[in-house]
């Protein structure tokens, strides 16, 4: 039974490891390895007794902790700080100046590149558009004209009212212009040929309007109601002029030698220009009776001819 115990004590003894104390860098472990030794026992000099004694050996080991290594127990960073730090902690880098990160891959640009990456430290590499130290600038191009501001690529903020276009290169007119006309630099509508006006708003008939006829959009001449024709070009005579008499004006006609009156109703040889005494020969011409003479208005065969005795 005493050499059961015996044997349990000492298996305890062998598996017994006691970690003692333990660095930021190192841990010690303290091991009890138990040995077996024969002793005697004596009287005087003599030996009485031989036993067997058990007796005990301690030993120090130490080992890295996780994250060092080294004949020192130093840090161990993945890239060991890409030479641009010092290892103070297992993959923890005290960067210098100019670069950050766990391994000191990252450059620092301050102020930070606004768009953009910082490929060095202080230089930033620009996105496509922009442009600047820290890429603060947009680009356009083309570049924003008449006072234009570039809000951001390609795109112009131009002054309000004043200029329009992608890049502030169109002026402005106010009104605007209308039916496919553009304003000038003197802030006046330039027309297309179809169009006149201070605005284009006025359409354009080829051949032009007459006598106060006005374009319709439909580009026909809208005529006053004294003229009339596809350009307005054909005064209008209320009462029709007759008898081949030609209406040279409103309401105006010419007429045939051989009518007269407003409307070259009444043949000139009538009641009005009656030939008395005497009859019409024609429209125009008397045939006055024996004695009488007179073509004229009024004196038509009013002139008697006087025949004097020889």
């Known amino acids: 039974m005493q050499r059961i115990l015996l044997f349990i004590f000492s298996w305890c003894l062998i598996n017994y490891v006691n970690i ?62 890409r030479g641009r730090g010092t290892c103070i902690r297992p993959d923890t880098c005290s960067c ?10 990252t450059p620092v640009c301050s102020p930070k590149c606004q768009h953009g990456s910082c490929t060095r430290p202080g230089v930033c590499t620009c996105y496509g558009g922009y442009t600047g130290q820290r890429c603060e600038n ?24 004043r200029y329009t276009g992608p890049n502030c290169n169109i002026p402005v007119c106010d009104p605007p212009c209308l039916n496919g006309g553009t304003c000038s630099n003197l802030r006046r509508c330039q027309c297309p040929s179809t169009y006149t006006g201070s605005t284009c708003q006025t359409p354009v008939c080829d051949p032009p309007c007459l006598n106060g006829g006005t374009c319709s959009n439909s580009r026909r001449c809208q005529c006053p109601s004294t003229y009339t024709g596809s350009t307005c070009q054909t005064p209008v005579c209320q009462s029709q002029c ?15 030698s051989t009518h007269t009156g407003h409307s070259c109703e009444t043949p000139v040889c009538s009641h009005q ?17 024996k004695g009488f003479t007179g073509q004229d208005g009024k004196q038509r065969c009013k002139t008697n001819i006087i025949v004097l005795p020889r």
């Open 20 to 81: 003692i104390w333990t660095s930021p860098c190192k841990t010690t472990t303290r091991r009890v390895i138990p040995y077996q030794v024969k002793e005697c026992t004596q009287w005087f000099i003599w030996c009485t007794y031989y036993a067997q004694v058990t007796r005990y050996r301690v030993t120090y080991t130490e080992t890295c902790c996780p994250g060092y290594g080294g004949s020192n127990c130093q840090p161990i960073c993945n890239g060991n700080c």
């Open 96 to 105: 210098q100046g100019g670069y950050t990160g766990n391994a000191c891959q």
């Open 138 to 161: 947009p680009v356009c191009n083309p570049a924003c004209l008449n006072g234009g501001v570039c809000e951001s690529p390609n795109t112009c903020r131009c002054p309000s009212r």
């Open 242 to 256: 007759q008898n081949g008499g030609t209406c040279v004006s409103p309401d105006v006609c010419v007429c045939q």
């Open 273 to 289: 220009s009656p030939c008395f005494p005497g009859t019409c020969a024609d429209y125009v011409n008397c045939q006055c009776h």
